[in-house]
Nanobody, 124 residues
Framework: SGSTGESGGGLVQAGGSLRLSCSGS??????????MAWYRQAEGNPRELIAA???????NYVDSVKGRFTISRDNTKNTLHLQMDDLKPDDTAVYYC????????????????WGKGTLVTVSS
């Protein structure tokens, strides 16, 4: 179980939308994870946590994406999604999914492996 890779990135104009996917072999959650998270890393910046969904479906977002991005999971297809609307040039980054353990308030640590990510480029 656990994620096997991200997809869905591309080039989009500001204001546009993209839907990222993260597929799993077996359950999308690895056995020791209590949440799945989306991270992103813009060039020259550290990787940052932007959204997470717990096993019970609770979602959390950083302020910069709140109201524009939606994290969801499809248990029947073992897939995690990130719907990104009203994209801005500042959203340009490589996006990653990861099995994590912890809480949004206190912090997560990874219990899976980083994939190659999927590049999102937003033009102005």
């Amino acid at each position: 179980s656990g994620s096997t890779g991200e997809s869905g990135g591309g080039l989009v104009q500001a204001g546009g939308s993209l839907r990222l996917s993260c597929s799993g072999s077996g359950s999308i959650f690895s056995s020791n994870a209590n949440a799945m998270a989306w991270y992103r890393q813009a060039e020259g910046n550290p990787r940052e946590l932007i959204a997470a969904i717990s096993r019970n479906g609770t979602t959390n977002y950083v302020d910069s994406v709140k109201g524009r991005f939606t994290i969801s999971r499809d248990n029947t297809k073992n897939t995690l999604h990130l719907q990104m609307d009203d994209l801005k040039p500042d959203d340009t980054a490589v996006y990653y999914c990861l099995n994590v353990r912890g809480t949004w308030d206190l912090g997560y640590y990874g219990v899976g492996y980083w994939g190659k990510g999927t590049l999102v480029t937003v033009s102005s």
